[in-house]
T-cell receptor, first 115, second 112 residues
């Protein structure tokens, strides 16, 4: 399977600060990456689709000004949680796919705790 | 609204038994179907993919797809305690962007 590296694996930040999470596709170029969020005992919820060289596409209910996505290269997408609050504490996971309609490969995930 | 439905469980089976996990989806245009396993605190890992009607077997795992009934299942034969995890059904919906939508997951517990 594809190797997807996500960093950091966990982060604790103070309320009101911003946190950046990186997702790297290590063995192929990914024009599209996906960002998910998972709360305890819940399923993965798609937040947004990150498109290389263009704006991300956000799912309904996801604040684009709060969750900033940048896909500046074919191997790197970043998610920045701005002005984080305790309710943003969650498990954030990125994924990539090789081609349309094929399986997604996931990064290791980032556990964000906002205190 | 595009949905993927699973029984949340927990599904408890004895070691060596067959575990049967089920999933239904709402979008008739869906083309790709996946089963992922997720251990607590970890990201999902792919178990099976299936794209056409019928059965697909890989080791102890068999995925079954029935597009007419909008139904996908996963059978785990000779269940082991190490199979205890949450199993997520995922469907790629039509409409572009190759979006993968997940069900809520079924928690499987295999007891010795």
């Amino acid at each position: 399977g594809a190797v997807v590296s996500q960093h950091p694996s966990w982060v604790i930040c103070k309320s009101g600060t911003s946190v950046k999470i990186e997702c790297r596709s290590l063995d192929f170029q990914a024009t599209t990456m996906f960002w998910y969020r998972q709360f305890p005992k819940q399923s993965l919820m798609l937040m947004a689709t990150s498109n290389e060289g263009s704006k991300a596409t956000y799912e309904q209910g996801v604040e684009k000004d709060k969750f900033l996505i940048n896909h500046a290269s074919l191997t790197l997408s970043t998610l920045t949680v701005t002005s984080a609050h305790p309710e943003d504490s969650s498990f954030y996971i990125c994924s990539v796919t090789r081609t349309v309609f094929t399986e997604a490969f996931f990064g290791q995930g980032t556990r964000l705790t906002v205190v | 609204q595009k949905e993927v439905e699973q029984n949340s469980g927990p599904l408890s089976v004895p070691e060596g038994a067959i575990a049967s996990l089920n999933c239904t989806y709402s979008d008739r245009g869906s083309q790709s179907f996946f089963w992922y396993r997720q251990y607590s605190g970890k990201s999902p890992e792919l178990i099976m993919s299936i794209y056409s009607n019928g059965d697909k077997e890989d080791g102890r795992f068999t995925a079954q797809l029935n597009k007419a009934s909008q139904y996908v299942s996963l059978l785990i034969r000779d269940s082991q305690p190490s199979d205890s995890a949450t199993y997520l059904c995922a469907v790629t919906f039509s409409g572009g962007y190759n979006k993968l939508i997940f069900g809520a997951g079924t928690r499987l517990a295999v007891h010795p």
